[in-house]
T-cell receptor, first 110, second 116 residues
């Protein structure tokens, strides 16, 4: 059974801090790893990574995949209160479906 | 361009009643997914369709749950009879899946179901 584990489960930081969220996986026929941000509504897509060692960036967010060690990290620099959310990691395998981790709840306090 | 549309946004019903959740995927997307999210279990895939055909329904909890996709622009998830443990947020998501690749899925706003 495919497994996606995120850590930490929750995190509280001050505005301006840098955070690193972790995602490890055990997936048969791994194809891709995706990050989503979920505020009080639906998950919204952030990144999809398929190649090892290539960083994807969007503003203050960046992510990288290590296919040898089977993990990914999501970095957020200069955090803002608007970054407060649950961050979900998901893997895509041989079929079209995604397997989601339980998420990391990030709280950014002023 | 409209995203994934779900209705109703909130549903409160009594145990034993039938509940029908509706979803309209993004135009042009050929795969549709139904998820359930709870605090305890996180986001769980219930069933997904590719080109209107159910591909994997192994996540459907029991026979009380059924899903249909009569055409490319509409799907329903039905619970009959509903039970309090079915209370959760139900999300529909869609993607344009080709050649076995996993593409990013786009989620609807969800239906918050409460069964009393």
């Amino acid at each position: 059974e495919d497994k996606v584990v995120q850590s930490p489960l929750s995190l509280v930081v001050h505005e301006g801090d840098t955070v690193t969220l972790n995602c490890s996986y055990e997936v048969t026929n791994f194809r891709s790893l995706l990050w989503y941000k979920q505020e009080k509504k639906a998950p919204t897509f952030l990144f999809m990574l398929t190649s090892s060692g290539i960083e994807k960036k969007s503003g203050r967010l960046s992510s990288i995949l290590d296919k040898k060690e089977l993990f990914s990290i999501l970095n957020i620099t200069a955090t803002q209160t608007g970054d407060s959310a649950v961050y979900l990691c998901a893997t895509g395998a041989g079929s079209y479906q995604l397997t989601f981790g339980k998420g990391t709840k990030l709280s950014v306090i002023p | 361009d409209a995203g994934v549309i779900q209705s109703p946004r909130h549903e409160v019903t009594e145990m034993g009643q039938e509940v029908t959740l509706r979803c309209k995927p993004i135009s042009g997307h050929n795969s549709l997914f139904w998820y359930r999210q709870t605090m305890m279990r996180g986001l769980e895939l219930l069933i997904y369709f590719n080109n209107n055909v159910p591909i994997d329904d192994s996540g459907m909890p029991e026979d009380r749950f059924s899903a249909k996709m009569p055409n490319a622009s509409f799907s329903t998830l039905k619970i009959q009879p509903s039970e309090p443990r079915d209370s959760a947020v139900y999300f529909c998501a869609s993607t344009a899946a080709l050649g076995g690749r996993s593409y990013e899925q786009y989620f609807g706003p969800g239906t918050r179901l409460t069964v009393t």
